[in-house]
């Protein structure tokens, strides 16, 4: 076998061109920045939806037991209050910013709704829920069928 001194190449070093090396180069780093940027990303948690709940219904305490039950499916009810007018026939569901995947999902978790786009980037919540009377009716005939274990799905 040959030794080389301290100058001298093994024979396949020049085999291979400087432009094959700083390729190589070049793959290593970007490689390394998607690693990092990849583990970056898998620490930062999906946070849960916020979600604002209005009572339009009419009906005293449906905002209050609408919220316990979006909060046991997993959402982040930040705001419950009253809407504008308390004769809304149907619950709507409106995207205030984000994808609206993500109406439809409160709108699913809920198990009633018409998912809407409206934004509004005054308001610091994803989702606002306005609950319409379709939801008290549903409520009561739940109740009254004797199935009061059974959610608003």
Same mark, same amino acid.
């Given at each position: 076998m040959k030794k080389w001194g301290k100058r001298a190449r093994p024979?396949?070093?020049h085999r291979v061109s400087p432009l094959t090396w700083g390729t190589l180069?070049?793959?290593?780093?970007v490689s390394a920045s998607v690693a990092l940027r990849t583990a970056r990303g898998l620490r930062q948690l999906p946070r849960? $939806? #916020?979600?604002q709940v209005l009572n339009g219904s009419g009906a005293p305490d449906l905002a209050r037991v609408v919220t316990d039950r979006l909060r046991d499916r997993g959402l982040d009810v930040v705001a419950v209050g009253n809407a504008d007018a308390s004769d809304y026939p149907q619950t709507l569901v409106l995207l205030r910013r984000g994808n609206?995947?993500?109406a439809r999902m409160? $709108? #699913?978790r809920l198990g009633t709704g018409v998912p809407l786009l409206q934004r509004d980037p005054?308001?610091?919540v994803d989702v606002t829920v306005?609950?319409?009377r379709d939801l008290l009716e549903r409520a009561q005939s739940l109740?009254?069928?004797g199935s009061e274990g059974r959610s608003l799905e």
């Open positions: 024979p396949w070093y180069v070049l793959l290593l780093a849960p $939806a #916020q979600v609206l995947d993500v409160v $709108a #699913q005054t308001l610091l306005i609950l319409g109740a009254e069928s």
